[in-house]
């Protein structure tokens, strides 16, 4: 059944904003998704009768807060088809937790000449941590380049797998060009572990990371419409087992004394300091809308606006679209000549169409495709055909403009 997308789009009180006296387009949701009405709802309400500091306060207000903060690894365990709810980490986002990997699991375990395996698709997220232990530790970064048409196929990324890799960190959808990686092909065809970055895929199609097979699985709260500040990441048990803390302070210690320190047992032991509470209560409303709509629905929907976009972008031949790959999200990165990227924003932004302009925090990528930088447009579940078709229009009028 096809979304409702007038009921959809009046659950975002923002879509119905005028842009330099235009109605808003808003086509940057690779960058942050917006908010629908439930989640700035329950924020303010956790805010103004619901908030206390969890865990261990006792008092009414901390009980309410700890139950609904906690609540949450159940919806995101549930969100994402795993079984255990103490596998789920909160953090503020895929930023921290790919940090908290590397400290915690890898930089214990890796020595010099030792390798991880990374893709020429990754956010700088996925690449900056792993560049820390070869600056620190003498690790090797192996890189996998995508095909000419962006995608990356398993068997290339297992093809490159060597003696001496540790560890596979790869995408499961580029926030740059859209393509879709089989990251469950990839983790069911080595015994190396691997690294998923949810951030871009878990947002728009079904993420079952029980059937993936992989160790570590993270998302981003603010792309999946919820609080900025609001994520988790998913830890196998045993690779928990083999994990030293990162951050220390309140919460995720047992007992300390002047001579020693012992630890909670996970998820805890990973989560030290007073956390994002009412934003990671946000992310848990934004995930029960998302799963009330249906996952497989908004897939649908977006492959259909994809395939439009595709298909009108495709018709400019003076537009570069990068990364055309047959399994792909509803995602668009384009240059045009004579046009600068920063120019293409400014002036589609003039008409009330949001896009992003610049690196998108994938500059290997940007040099693999020989560009300084990109347009990109990025659909979601509220975007329609007609928004489409207002893009086309915007190009066609810097085309005009620079031409």
Request: with cysteine; hydrophobic share 45%.
């Amino acid at each position: 059944m096809s979304l409702d997308l007038d009921a959809i789009r009046a659950d975002f009180p923002i879509l119905s904003t005028q842009v330099n006296g235009r109605p808003l387009v808003y086509l940057d949701n690779g960058a942050s998704a917006q908010k629908p009405q439930v989640v700035i709802d329950a924020i303010s309400r956790a805010y103004a009768g619901e908030y206390a500091n969890v865990h261990r306060g006792l008092h009414h207000l901390s009980n309410l807060a700890t139950e609904n903060y906690e609540r949450v690894r159940g919806i995101i365990a549930r969100f994402l088809g795993v079984s255990h709810e103490d596998e789920v980490i909160f953090t503020s986002g895929s930023t921290e937790a790919i940090n908290l990997v590397s400290y915690a699991w890898a930089a214990p375990r890796l020595q010099p000449g030792d390798e991880i395996l990374l893709s020429v698709l990754e956010h700088h997220a996925n690449i900056v941590p792993w560049h820390f232990l070869r600056e620190r530790q003498g690790v090797v970064l192996r890189w996998v380049e995508p095909e000419p048409d962006g995608s990356l196929p398993a068997e290339k990324v297992l093809a490159a797998v060597g003696p001496r890799t540790r560890l596979i960190a790869v995408t499961h959808m580029s926030n740059v060009t859209g393509t879709i990686v089989d990251v469950g092909a990839i983790a069911r065809g080595t015994d190396v572990p691997v690294l998923v970055d949810g951030s871009q895929a878990a947002v728009h199609m079904p993420v079952d990371v029980a059937a993936l097979g992989c160790d570590f699985y993270c998302i981003t709260g603010h792309k999946l419409y919820g609080p900025s500040g609001s994520g988790a990441i998913w830890i196998r048990r045993e690779r928990q087992a083999e994990m030293r803390p990162f951050l220390g302070g309140g919460d995720m210690i047992r007992e300390v004394t002047r001579e020693a320190v012992s630890y909670a047992d996970p998820p805890l032991r990973f989560e030290a300091g007073t956390p994002g509470i009412v934003n990671q209560i946000g992310l848990g409303v934004a995930l029960e809308y998302l799963m009330g709509i249906g996952m497989a629905r908004i897939a649908a929907h977006e492959a259909e606006i994809g395939a439009y976009a595709r298909e009108r972008l495709g018709a400019l031949n003076w537009l570069s679209v990068q990364g055309n790959a047959a399994e792909k999200g509803a995602i668009f990165s384009m240059t045009m000549e004579g046009a600068h990227a920063h120019d293409i924003a400014t002036i589609l932004d003039k008409r009330g169409i949001a896009v992003r302009a610049g690196t998108h925090c994938a500059m290997p990528l940007m040099q693999f495709y020989g560009i300084p930088a990109s347009a990109r447009a990025s659909f979601a579940l509220y975007n329609t055909r007609a928004e489409v078709d207002a893009l086309v229009e915007g190009l066609s009028f810097c085309r005009e403009l620079f031409g």
